[in-house]
Nanobody, 122 residues
Framework: QVQLVESGGGLVQPGGSLRLSCAAS????????IGWFRQAPGKEREGVSCISASDGLTYYADSVKGRFTISRDNAKNTVYLQMNSLKPEDTAVYYC???????????????WGQGTQVTVSS
């Protein structure tokens, strides 16, 4: 069964850090581009970051550039999103997705996780 499972979300104070994990089962992540997306209540889904399957090419939304870092560990079949200097506006449900095309658009991805909640609040 193909499955993506996100973990690592939680409540953090502004300026704090979290590391999200996206673990795959039933398939090998190293053949796929991986994207992280988020959706806050009442807002559209937003592409946060993505990483290519082969050469490690990465993209970031302007809103997170310089604060978030995406990485992958193919041996662990896991992709990470390190989030530093978190702001209240980063509060959202964060999803990872796998697909054959590298994009922050979202529609190109075939497999999606269930999401993990990130709340940034004092």
């Amino acid at each position: 069964q193909v499955q993506l499972v996100e973990s690592g979300g939680g409540l953090v104070q502004p300026g704090g850090s979290l590391r999200l994990s996206c673990a795959a089962s039933g398939f090998h992540l190293n053949y796929y581009a991986i994207g992280w997306f988020r959706q806050a209540p009442g807002k559209e889904r937003e592409g946060v970051s993505c990483i290519s399957a082969s050469d490690g090419l990465t993209y970031y939304a302007d809103s997170v550039k310089g604060r978030f870092t995406i990485s992958r560990d193919n041996a662990k079949n896991t992709v990470y999103l390190q989030m530093n200097s978190l702001k209240p506006e980063d509060t959202a449900v964060y999803y990872c997705a796998a697909g054959y095309w590298l994009s922050l658009g979202g529609n190109e991805y075939d497999y999606w996780g269930q999401g993990t909640q990130v709340t940034v609040s004092s």
